[in-house]
């Protein structure tokens, strides 16, 4: 459940620091090494030993030793925290206070690479929950600060209340993921240079220099496509959720590269079919492919895809299952290929609600407006589109962007026509 998921990342956002930070205090207060007598001072006697942390991201040193004004402790996430603790005092920190530390961090990264917000079940939320809490309230006892006796009431507000906060918990949350990603990328380090650089001075502009910095940079663009992916629901109100690597996108690929590869006997026979569906992927790079024969309308599909000759092989899919289009972004695909996606012999009603649920963004994907439109060929049986155009309308089920192919015309006429039960709209190849 989405309402689950981002409980979690309001903990972990705007509870967990807090004990964290007075933990980090309390370590160096009782540093037989160095003197303290502040955090600043702290941080400028430690800092050729932070400067060498090989983990540590430039953003997250500004926030030690910031550009402009003085060091601020509140501004530091669980994980720069965490990250100091580990590495300024590894051999001060006892099993139990390791243990409490490895659990935020665990339940941080799980977090941040979960593929759906709706994948955290009641159960599992209880779970999550209860390590969190302990972890949080045993840091709270072995920081032994007096002004953590309201992060109980704290714990309890973000489980049953209703999270005026969200909003900033969200934005602070996908800042962190950006970060990361972008660190990544070692071609975009000049750009990070002057992102960072604007971001020093105009903090609270934070969404406005993501957006100039993505009409910018193409490069930046697949970065912050990769963080965050927003799509229409059926209601027709946007949803957003992280994306993380999947390797059934690979199986997709495989899948289709395998068809493509095996001898199409179809090519011959069925030239003006393939043209015609070759045509609609030229003008709106999308088209249904439909017939009573399933195995014949795959095969004159593959055979246009080979025909469309894509740049990258590696960038075409197969997908059977409708869901599956959710994991799909511009920088995996050129073209996708859905196989019987309304059921194979029988109309299928979850698949068919699941397919028409994604209409609108295939329609996008598909639009030549789009920097990188995406090829959709869906392939069909007649009986079961029939069925789905009579319950369904939209834009994607149009019988002007349909090919039909009949396989039983052709053994007795061998000539081209329209079958009277079909819309006279429609490309009717008969054999």
């Known amino acids: ?74 501004n530091w996430d669980a994980t720069l925290l965490i990250l100091l ?23 941080r990264n799980s977090l941040q690479h979960i593929a759906s917000t709706e994948l955290v079940t009641d159960q599992q939320f209880n779970k999550i929950w209860d390590c969190l809490r302990d972890a949080v309230v045993k840091l709270k006892t072995l920081s032994g600060s007096t002004t953590l006796v309201a992060i109980d009431d704290e714990i309890k507000s973000v489980l049953h209340g209703n999270m005026p906060s969200l909003a900033d918990v969200r934005n602070t949350w996908l800042k962190s993921l950006y970060y ?42 697949k970065i912050l496509t990769k963080v965050a992916v927003k799509r229409k629901g059926r209601s027709g109100v946007a949803e957003k959720r992280l994306k993380v690597f999947d390797d059934k996108i690979d199986r997709m690929k495989g899948k289709l590269t395998r068809a493509l590869l095996e001898e199409n006997d179809c090519k011959e026979n069925f030239k003006h079919a393939i043209s015609e569906i070759l045509q ?38 197969e997908i059977n299952n409708p869901s599956d289009w959710k994991r799909i972004c511009s920088e995996d695909a050129q073209f996708v290929l859905f196989r019987e996606p309304f059921g194979v012999s ?38 079961l589109l029939n069925e789905v155009t009579r319950r369904n309308e939209h834009e994607m089920l149009s019988p002007s962007s349909t090919v039909y192919i009949d396989s039983t015309a052709g053994k007795s006429t061998g000539s081209y026509g329209c079958l009277p039960f079909l819309p006279k709209t429609k490309v009717v190849v008969e054999f």
């Open 1 to 74: 459940m989405a309402d689950n998921y981002y409980r979690l990342v309001t903990f972990v956002v705007n509870i967990c620091p807090k004990p964290l930070r007075a933990f980090f205090v309390s370590k160096a207060e009782s540093d037989p090494n160095h003197i303290y007598t502040g955090v600043k001072e702290y941080l400028q006697i430690r800092e050729s030993d932070i400067r060498k942390i090989r983990q540590i991201r430039p953003d997250q040193l500004d926030l030690i030793y910031p550009p402009f004004g003085s060091v601020d402790i509140e």
């Open 280 to 317: 609609q992927l030229t003008d709106n790079h999308r088209v249904i492919v439909t017939g009573f024969d399933n195995k014949l309308t795959y095969k004159c599909a593959l055979a246009a895809v080979q025909e469309r000759k894509y740049d990258r092989i590696d960038q075409v899919l």
């Open 346 to 383: 029988t109309y299928d009603s979850h698949k068919v609600e699941v397919m028409c649920e994604e209409f609108d963004s295939m329609i996008q994907a598909s639009d030549d407006d789009n920097d990188d439109v995406i090829d959709i060929v869906i392939v069909t049986n007649q009986r």
């Open 85 to 107: 603790l580990k590495e300024l005092f590894p051999k001060r920190l006892q099993q139990n206070e390791r243990d409490c530390l490895r659990d935020i961090t665990e339940i």
């Open 180 to 221: 990361e990603l972008l660190l990544q990328n070692s071609e975009l380090a000049e750009e990070m240079k002057n992102l960072k650089e604007k971001l020093q001075l105009q903090h609270t502009e934070l969404t406005k220099e993501v957006i100039t910095a993505k009409e910018n940079s193409r490069g930046s663009k």
